[in-house]
């Protein structure tokens, strides 16, 4: 996957030194929902199948690219229990985007950062985590009105990076939909 994603960039940086001019790429705050579409299914019998909202702004552009960082609340169902198990904390990244014309973008991006995740399972401990993320997006622009609508793919893995055990990371696939500001 992370090859995948590296060719990915590769190619965008490719089409995107002829693409429409990058000093014009807008920037955009953006409120996001997502809802995961290949879920990991749990040594206990059933699928973690989470849905997560997630804000998202730039803090620095630099060309192409861009630091963001972006809240997530995320919620899922136990099964066995019947309990509403979530996760939440604050991703930082970076971001490539290139402006096909003055209303399309395609952009990839690579995040990850602290969280907290409720769910106990022979795969993850509970608690202190981190989010890995890799998405490839599009994005829409209607500029009189400064708003954006956007639409990603998103791998996530989310481990504890060996802090306590077990933890083998639950990887999910998501689809995710949202509405932006221009800034």
């Known amino acids: 996957m992370r ?14 030194s002829t693409a429409y001019a990058q000093a014009d790429l807008p920037q955009q705050m953006s409120l996001n929902y997502g809802r995961s579409v290949i879920d990991e299914l749990l040594p206990e019998g059933f699928a973690y199948n989470p849905v997560t909202l997630l804000a998202n702004t730039p803090l620095y552009h630099f060309g192409a690219f861009s630091l963001y960082a972006e809240g997530q ?19 930082g990244g970076i971001r490539y985007q290139v402006n096909l014309n003055r209303y399309f973008e395609v952009n990839a991006a690579i995040g990850s950062g602290p969280h907290f995740i409720s769910l106990e399972t022979r795969l993850q401990a509970r608690g202190f985590i981190f989010s890995d993320n890799f998405e490839l997006g599009f994005s829409f622009y209607l500029p009189a009105a400064r708003t954006s609508f956007n639409i990603k793919g998103r791998f996530r893995h989310i481990s504890n990076a060996g802090l306590k055990r077990p933890n083998w990371g639950i990887d999910n696939l998501f689809l995710i939909v949202g509405v932006g500001t221009v800034l």
């Open 73 to 91: 609340f995320t919620r899922a169902d136990n099964l066995l229990t019947r309990e509403l198990e979530f996760e939440f904390g604050l991703n």
């Open 3 to 16: 090859r995948l994603l590296f060719v990915w960039v590769l190619v965008l940086g490719n089409f995107g």
